[in-house]
């Protein structure tokens, strides 16, 4: 059985149609994605149903850092002494609500985690910042921990996450 789906990196795909039921997400794929590519500060990729070519998910990465002082001990004390570990963040990660239900959200994450695993610039993690509580419940189930002192803002090790998602 082969997988319907195929990810690919936003272009020109026709993104009037996707509806994840939160308007912000929605009008960020819609709006204001091509422009952030544009400018180099987000790299998108879209979740597409082989099908018909609509777009099942999508989510959005950037490079940043995280005060080592920010990670719990168990974790900064096994790091470099450097003031900030630097990481991959996931700043967006919506399904069309056509498409929830799935697992879908699981396969976005391993493919992010994979791309940065993948890259030549080097990250300790894959960082979120959850928008509410079921966010949250979300990426702790994939493995993600909370921050020290910031309960919606969760990482996973990208060793971790290459660990957890292997096939």
């Known amino acids: 059985m082969t997988f319907p789906y195929r990810i690919e990196r936003l272009g020109a795909q026709d993104r009037a ?44 990465l950037s490079a940043g850092s995280v005060l080592l002082e920010d990670l719990p001990e168990a974790t900064s004390k ?36 994979q791309r940065a695993a993948s890259s030549d610039i080097a990250a300790f993690a894959v960082v979120v910042d959850a928008k509410d509580d079921a966010a949250v419940a979300f990426y702790q189930h994939h493995g993600f921990t909370p921050f020290a002192n910031l309960r919606r803002v969760l990482y996973l090790s990208i060793a971790d996450g290459l660990n957890r998602f292997a096939p």
Do not use: H
């Open 78 to 113: 096994k790091l470099p002494r450097y003031p900030t570990v630097p990481i991959v963040r996931i700043g967006r990660l919506a399904i069309d609500s056509r498409f929830q239900g799935q697992k879908l959200g699981g396969v976005l994450l391993y493919d992010a985690i």
């Open 17 to 60: 149609d996707f509806d994840c039921g939160v308007a912000v997400l929605n009008t960020y794929l819609q709006r204001q994605a091509s422009q952030d590519e544009r400018r180099r500060v987000t790299a998108c990729f879209l979740l597409i149903e082989a099908a018909s070519s609509a777009i099942a998910g999508y989510y959005t």
